[in-house]
């Protein structure tokens, strides 16, 4: 019996991944596109069997016509959250059929989309806090790391930092990071 080929379409390239591993680990064989046009040139040559969306019928409802409009007979569902964020269905353009929780398709199907949602929320969880942690000093090329945890040690603020002569910076760098700390905020005065 041959695989089933299964088609990800996804924009965040490690969430398309995450699916594709899954898939495979489950025995399909799967592939990836990282945009709509990627995705309608796979489906036109690489003829895949099924393409499953981390969405509800207002995602299956827009990809359908384009689908047809393409010649690619493929079923497209995609997956129906309950309150809690579970899959309750799948979905098609015309109804849902209920997942039972009993179901091995449940269990396919929200394993994935549970590694999905894990991976959406550390995600940007991560991102947010490089984001908060990011300070000027992270902009001054020859400041790393242990340098600016010395400064911020010393100085508490890059505002503290800034008002500072070269002689109160140097006796925490040196006097060669000082003077450079010193050229980067008197550039940005002007």
Wanted: glycine fraction near 8%; aromatic fraction near 6%; proline fraction near 2%.
């Amino acid at each position: 019996m041959d695989k089933k080929k299964i088609l990800v379409v996804e924009d965040e390239k490690a969430i398309a991944d995450i699916l594709v591993f899954n898939l495979g680990r489950e025995g399909y064989d799967t592939m990836a596109a990282y945009d709509g046009a990627e995705g309608l040139h796979k489906a036109l040559t690489e003829s895949p069997d099924l393409i499953l969306l981390d969405g509800g019928k207002g995602h299956v409802g827009a990809i359908r016509p384009l689908l047809r409009e393409m010649g690619i007979d493929v079923p497209v569902y995609g997956m129906v959250k309950d309150d809690k964020h579970r899959t309750r269905a799948i979905t098609e353009d015309g109804g849902e059929i209920a997942i039972q929780s009993t179901r091995a398709v449940f269990t396919l199907v929200s394993s994935i989309q549970d590694e999905v949602h894990r991976f959406a929320i550390t995600f940007h969880r991560d991102k947010r806090s490089k984001h908060a942690l990011h300070s000027e000093l992270d902009d001054i090329k020859g400041i790393g790391p242990k340098t600016k945890e010395a400064l911020m040690k010393a100085f508490k603020t890059v505002k503290k930092m800034r008002e500072s002569d070269v002689e109160s910076l140097a006796e925490v760098v040196g006097r060669q990071k000082a003077e450079l700390l010193r050229e980067y905020f008197d550039s940005k005065k002007q």
